[in-house]
């Protein structure tokens, strides 16, 4: 059973575009502003009008939310974590979704588990894992090597709120 932990937050002075840009590369710059998206009033704005934006294309802005979920995960859990604080293995489920509305802006807030194992964990279960008596060989106990790695995996429900204002019912 994963251990329940409160939602990490990020607190930088760069903005989210930045960050993701700098530290995930393949990712391209994302055609948003504002926060993390933690709650409404620091919601991920989604602008369709952005100049990264492709031209006479049509607009996926569902596609921008999603692709932005797994990168904060990572943030939250290793980047901006100390080096002998970090999480391997990272999960990220969608529980839900709704649509919500407030002084005319247009919100989709996505509701996500995220499990994740400590890197000295994670390392010693895949050590176990690859090892010379690891699940190549008739001895190893599947069973109790998924109890282990399921003992220190830890486990937060977040939102993120995403302002879709600018593409909202196109």
Same mark, same amino acid.
């Given at each position: ?22 530290? %995930?590369?393949?990712?391209?710059? =994302?055609?948003?502003? #504002?926060?993390? #998206? ?14 990264? *934006? ?13 692709? %932005? ?7 939250? =859990? ?16 969608? =529980?839900?979704?709704? =649509? ?8 989709? *807030?996505?509701? %996500? ?58």
């Amino acid at each position: 059973m994963p251990i329940d932990i409160e939602p990490p937050c990020i607190s930088s002075n760069e903005s989210p575009r930045e960050i993701l840009a700098h530290d %995930f590369p393949s990712l391209g710059e =994302l055609p948003i502003q #504002g926060g993390w #998206g933690y709650t409404r009033d620091d919601a991920v704005i989604i602008d369709k009008n952005d100049p990264v *934006v492709s031209k006479g294309l049509p607009f996926d802005g569902v596609s921008i939310e999603y692709a %932005f979920v797994e990168p904060r995960a990572y943030e939250e =859990l290793i980047i901006f974590r100390p080096e002998n604080d970090r999480y391997s293995r990272i999960n990220t489920n969608t =529980l839900g979704q709704k =649509l919500t509305s407030h002084n005319n802006r247009h919100y989709d *807030v996505l509701t %996500f588990e995220v499990t994740a194992l400590p890197d000295k964990d994670w390392e010693e279960l895949k050590a176990e894992w690859e090892g010379p008596n690891g699940y190549t060989s008739h001895e190893f106990d599947l069973k109790a090597h998924k109890n282990k790695r399921d003992a220190p995996t830890i486990r937060y429900v977040t939102e993120y709120w995403f302002d879709i204002t600018s593409f909202y019912g196109s």
